[in-house]
């Protein structure tokens, strides 16, 4: 697996093939190789081959009839996707090596602001899925944890002094009685990360100083 990625770089440094080219069959392999383990061995997280697995137990768990026998019992679950924005930019200016970096650097900052009983799985090249089994289902407090997580992984996250790391979040939550799917939970959420990308994109081009021009 890894010995085809170097080789496709390779391939492209001599000019086999376009850098479009290669970035689109390391995209294939990475997704290939992911979806044959169950860990992903850069990041250290899960891989979305065990993404459905899990996110199906949970839901079990979530409508299961005994549970309130339980102590703690699991009254949602949280999806969080997460996006690294302009990915593709910091591989093309600074190299795969610190795409990869990057992709560590993230995965440890996750791990860092979720609890032990929340799993993390590495979904795509640049996408994280995050699955939280929650013991409320108040939509205040919901949404308080994920601007909770939000905020830490955005917060003054810069690697190397130079490359300046964003990320994209959107989130949703299965309650006690419903049957959505992972897809369908997953498409909810998909939608309002790239909802929030756009959001800070708008954001971030109101904050650029306009040129005047001069006479």
């Known amino acids: 697996g890894h010995c085809e990625v170097q080789k496709l770089f390779t391939a492209r440094n001599e000019d086999l093939i376009s850098p479009e080219q290669c970035d689109k069959l390391v995209s294939l392999l990475v997704e290939r190789m992911m979806g044959e383990t169950e860990v992903d061995p ?54 795969h090596l610190k795409g990869d970096q990057v992709l560590q650097a993230v995965a440890k900052r996750i791990k860092g602001a979720i609890k032990r009983v929340d799993q993390i799985f590495r979904v795509g090249g640049d996408e994280f899925v995050i699955l939280l089994p929650i013991h409320d289902d108040n939509d205040r407090l919901l949404k308080a944890i994920f601007q909770r997580i939000n905020g830490q992984l955005n ?59 001069t006479s």
């Open 155 to 213: 917060d003054n996250f810069i690697i190397d002094g130079d490359i300046i790391v964003e990320l994209a979040m959107g989130y949703d939550a299965l309650k006690e009685g419903d049957r959505r799917t992972l897809k369908d939970v997953s498409h909810e959420a998909d939608k309002k990360m790239y909802e929030n990308k756009e959001k800070m994109k708008a954001e971030k081009e109101k904050m650029e100083p306009i040129e005047v021009g």
């Open 42 to 95: 850069l990041t250290e997280v899960f891989t979305k081959r065990s993404l459905e697995t899990t996110f199906n137990a949970l839901k079990e768990e979530l409508n299961y009839s005994g549970k309130e026998k339980r102590k703690f019992s699991v009254k949602a679950v949280m999806v969080i996707f997460v996006d690294i924005n302009k990915f593709k930019t910091i591989n093309d200016v600074h190299g």
